[in-house]
């Protein structure tokens, strides 16, 4: 089934520690993006990227570094995890503009 | 900058009534406009959009936006609830003169149906 696969589905992590959070799409969607969930504040952009080779900074991207590759995938980095960085990440992607992004089941994040 | 304002954090309803939730925009020119919803430890889900065709949007569901760009709204609705239409439901809106294609989202309005 085409869609958007995320690893881990959740993970506990000791602050200071590093941490990729996975995302594969094979749907060959252009623009991917990366957004954390945190209740009240709905769903915020970290950082997305237009296409292979180009990446670019969201809303809230301090603590975080993302890379892209190739079309496929689209990894999320926390060089050093903080207590505030506990949340659910959701990776997304779309084909063109205007429509709709297509979301991954999301990864949810503890720092400790 | 585009932003998105969703009125009231928390609806609650009557199985049967009707469905309103609040939606306005912040933008230049008319976006694109977006209602996605959100079951319980999953991801979000699609519900309609608008593009530019016609300013009345069907969702999934029974469910239909419209797009009023004199109010900078756009409202979801839904004439008779369901049990089942309990979610968090949040807008987005994208720019149509950005380079990306970025959705900049509402920050979601949780929907109650009491039986």
């Known amino acids: 089934i085409a869609g958007i696969t995320q690893a881990p589905t959740s993970q506990i992590l000791a602050a200071g520690r590093r941490m990729t959070l996975r995302c594969t799409q094979d749907?060959?969607?252009?623009?991917m993006y990366w957004y954390r969930q945190d209740l009240g504040l709905g769903l915020r952009l970290i950082h997305y990227s237009n296409t292979a080779g180009t990446t670019g900074k969201g809303e809230v991207p301090d603590g975080y570094s993302v890379s892209r590759a190739n079309t496929d995938d689209f990894p999320l980095t926390l060089a050093s995890a903080v207590p505030s960085q506990t949340s659910v990440y959701f990776c997304?992607?779309?084909?063109?503009?205007?429509?709709?992004?297509?979301f991954g089941n999301g990864t949810r994040l503890t720092v400790t | 900058a585009q932003s998105v304002t969703q009125l009231g954090s928390h609806v609650s309803v009557s199985e049967g009534a009707l469905v309103l939730l609040r939606c306005n925009y912040s933008s230049s020119v008319p976006p694109y406009l977006f209602w996605y919803v959100q079951y319980p430890n999953q991801g979000l889900q699609l519900l309609l959009k608008y593009t530019s065709a016609a300013t009345l949007v069907k969702g999934i569901n029974g469910f239909e936006a419209e797009f009023k760009k004199s109010e900078t709204s756009f409202h979801l609705t839904k004439p008779s609830a369901h049990m089942s239409d309990a979610a968090e439901y949040f807008c987005a809106v994208s720019d149509r003169m950005d380079s990306s294609y970025k959705l900049i989202f509402g920050s979601g309005t949780r929907l109650l149906v009491r039986p």
């Open positions: 997304a992607s779309s084909g063109q503009r205007g429509s709709p992004l297509h």
């Open positions: 749907m060959r969607h252009n623009a």
